[in-house]
């Protein structure tokens, strides 16, 4: 079996066009997995494989990908910069012991770094940091440093400094090792040589060396004394104390280079190795109470000598069939193991193990603790669900993901293609959990929710071109809500009689606006048994039930608290059926009273544009009703940021590029429920009324 402290399970994410592919291609090419590499500009990377990656140049799915290292195996994944599939980015963290942030050197620190940044945190991953780029115009790798530490709030601790900058960039200076690593023209990663410091770098690297030192010599408080008494630490004493504070996330080992020219990938690869945790380092992942999700006190300790626990955190279709992905925390897992799903406490048996190199893959006998696998042709396991020993059953932490904010609904081009998108759908809802998918009861519409315009974009282009189902797409819609603004008393009195016994409940209730992101909350105060407890149940549940369409326009309703205080009831004709339906009524009669209001999906957006443009961008953005809330200005433009309705913003890319010759960029991403103002309300409402109407 292998050695654990030998495994370095990773992921490569960053804001789009940072360059996470290419730094994994050259990963590979490196390691000698691949001979030729493949560009992504070119269509042509190794784990952007799906078609629609390969011609928009960007990642959509996660790709895992395994290779070696200095005697170390590396489990690489690849993951996507666009906000639109941050869930691939979030479940991928969930399982990594270790990180690669990579940022654009003239780009800097951008708005979808800054959201993987604060999932990697939650997550407590340990990472490095790769600038990346610096062979472009305006790349600055002192500035992207200082955004570190300002917007994301992190320690980068520099551990190389680039030797020439865009055009003159020819390699890098290790700053603990004190030597200068300089490639020649041919761009080829293995034809450098290792020199002195350029004698215009001396100062400036016994500078960043000192800080180094300094920094690394606080997690060791012996070391720390004989450095303050003038006692120069040893370079292992060094790392030691640097792969410490990497894991305690004291601070983030930061190097520099071009993954494109092939510069200063082979120091990120050292760091893996060196500063990066090996899956026993990491605090083990918790384990949780099956019905109620709380933490047990126990945990999944990485060994192959425990019971099996593993959690399966990617569904994946491909033409050979469904391929689970699945990390192994403890225990081992061989070919024609029987084990459970917690989640549905069905058994599975497990047939073909493959080792996954983006889409090709070589078959396994058996994997362990620390492994990251695919397992093919499983049939009732999904994304989050833990897998384990049938004797020793356990449930791991499950994973939470965002709820969509924009949906639309399609169609079939012909009357043949129901069943087929049927299927097609499914697959697709269990490959991806922030798609979802519903039929309108009323029209009988297909309504596909997603994360963004590019999300349901995509998904339509699968569907046409993978499963061949030819869809016609109706506008995009926006995910409204409802709430109250006022508080209110009121009275309900159900009561029907028919031969024998009749229903019969009375309650006396306060609604009131609850805290923003509370939903619906319930509660008591009823003495002296009017309402008698055993009916309480029933009367949250007939509330609860009316949240999901409120009376303005059908959408559901948030923040929401009720009490019931005080009511009636009869001995014979009380039930809990009557004390729901009169839960119901009260909904139905009191949310009016209650100054009903329209909630509208606020974004946060975050929009680049060069300097000539800022007055046009801006001008726009408070046209459509946004709030400006900071602006920036950068070496190559000035990135703007607010909040916007998100009714506002279809289409909104193409309108920036026209406003912008092209050169604009946008990403934004689901910020708060607001109140919409009244002439944008009475039109929402209006347009729901016909709709129904039509039906």
């Avoid at 047990?296 to 069939?321: N, Q």
């Avoid at 929009?607 to 200005?633: H, S, Y």
């Avoid at 429920?673 to 039509?694: F, G, H, L």
Wanted: glycine residues 10%.
């Amino acid at each position: 079996m292998a050695d654990l402290s030998k495994y370095r399970n990773i992921g490569i994410f960053a804001h789009v066009d940072a360059g996470k592919t290419t730094t994994t291609e050259r990963i590979l090419k490196l390691t000698g997995k691949i001979h030729k590499t493949g560009e992504v500009h070119d269509g042509e990377s190794t784990t952007d494989f799906m078609e629609q990656e390969a011609e928009r140049g960007i990642t959509i799915q996660s790709a895992a990908v395994t290779c070696e290292w200095k005697g170390h195996r590396l489990n690489v994944i690849d993951t996507p910069g666009h906000v639109d599939f941050t869930v691939e980015v979030y479940r991928s963290l969930k399982v990594l012991d270790g990180g690669i942030g990579v940022f654009c050197g003239s780009g800097g620190v951008e708005p979808q770094s800054e959201t993987n940044w604060r999932y990697a945190n939650e997550s407590e991953v340990a990472r490095c940091i790769f600038v990346n780029k610096l062979d472009r115009m305006g790349a600055d790798f002192y500035r992207v440093v200082g955004q570190v530490e300002k917007v994301l709030g992190a320690n980068p601790l520099v551990m190389t400094l680039p030797i020439g900058i865009e055009d003159q960039f020819t390699g890098v200076v290790d700053v603990l090792t004190k030597k200068a690593y300089i490639w020649d023209e041919t761009g080829l990663p293995e034809n450098y040589e290792i020199t002195d410091v350029p004698a215009d770098m001396v100062d400036k690297v016994e500078e960043y060396h000192e800080m180094l030192v300094e920094s690394a010599v606080e997690q060791d408080d012996d070391l720390m004394e004989a450095y303050m008494e003038g006692e120069e630490p040893s370079l292992e004493q060094i790392k030691a104390c640097i792969r410490k504070g990497t894991r305690d996330l004291a601070f983030f080992p930061t190097f520099c280079g071009s993954a494109f020219k092939n510069k200063g990938m082979q120091l990120v690869l050292d760091a893996v190795v060196d500063y990066l945790p090996s899956p026993t380092e990491v605090d083990p992942q918790p384990l949780t109470d099956k019905d109620t999700g709380e933490p047990t006190g126990e945990v999944a300790t990485v060994s192959a000598e425990e019971p099996l626990k593993a959690l399966a955190f990617k569904i994946m279709d491909d033409r050979f069939g469904a391929l689970t992905f699945i990390r192994i925390y403890s225990g081992r897992m061989k070919k024609g193991d029987t084990i459970l799903n917690s989640a549905t406490g069905k058994t599975e048996r497990i047939g073909r193990m493959v080792e996954m190199q983006a889409d090709e893959r070589n078959e396994l006998t058996e994997a362990q603790a620390g492994d990251i696998i695919a397992v093919v042709g499983m049939k009732n396991v999904q994304t989050g669900h833990t897998l384990c020993d049938p004797k020793h059953e356990c449930t791991l932490e499950a994973m939470i993901f965002p709820d969509p904010v924009i949906s639309i609904a399609v169609a079939p081009k012909d009357k043949g293609g129901n069943e087929k998108m049927g299927i097609a759908i499914g697959k697709m809802v269990a490959e991806d959990p922030s798609f979802q998918v519903e039929t309108d009861e009323d029209s009988g519409e297909t309504i596909l929710k997603g994360m963004g315009e590019l999300h349901l974009d995509i998904k339509v282009d699968i569907l046409k071109r993978t499963y061949g189902v030819e869809l016609v797409v109706g506008q995009p819609q926006v995910a409204y809500r409802e709430t109250i603004t006022t508080e209110i008393e009121d009275s309900y009195t159900h009561k029907k009689q028919s031969g024998g016994s009749g229903q019969f409940g009375k309650i006396d209730y306060r609604i009131k606006p609850g805290e923003v992101g509370s939903g619906f909350k319930f509660s008591s105060s009823v003495v002296g048994g009017n309402v008698p407890k055993e009916f309480w149940p029933a009367v949250e549940k007939g509330f609860a039930s009316m949240m999901q369409e409120g009376v303005l326009a059908g959408f559901p309703v948030l923040d929401v608290e009720v009490e019931l205080f005080d009511g009636g009831f009869h001995a014979v004709d009380s039930s809990a059926i009557a004390f729901e339906i009169a839960a119901k009524g009260a909904f139905r009669q009191s949310i009016p009273k209650a100054g009903a209001q329209l909630l509208e999906p606020i974004m946060k957006v975050d929009v680049f544009t060069p300097d000539d443009n800022v007055g046009d961008v801006i001008g726009d953005l408070n046209r459509r009703r946004g709030m400006i809330k900071d602006q920036e200005a950068g070496a190559m433009g000035v990135r703007i940021k607010g909040e916007v309705p998100l009714s506002e913003m279809f289409g909104y890319i193409g309108h920036l590029r026209t406003i912008t010759s092209g050169r604009g960029q946008f990403s934004m991403e689901f910020a708060h429920y607001a109140p919409c103002p009244q002439n944008v309300a009475d039109t929402v409402i209006a347009a729901e009324k016909e709709k129904k109407a039509a039906k």
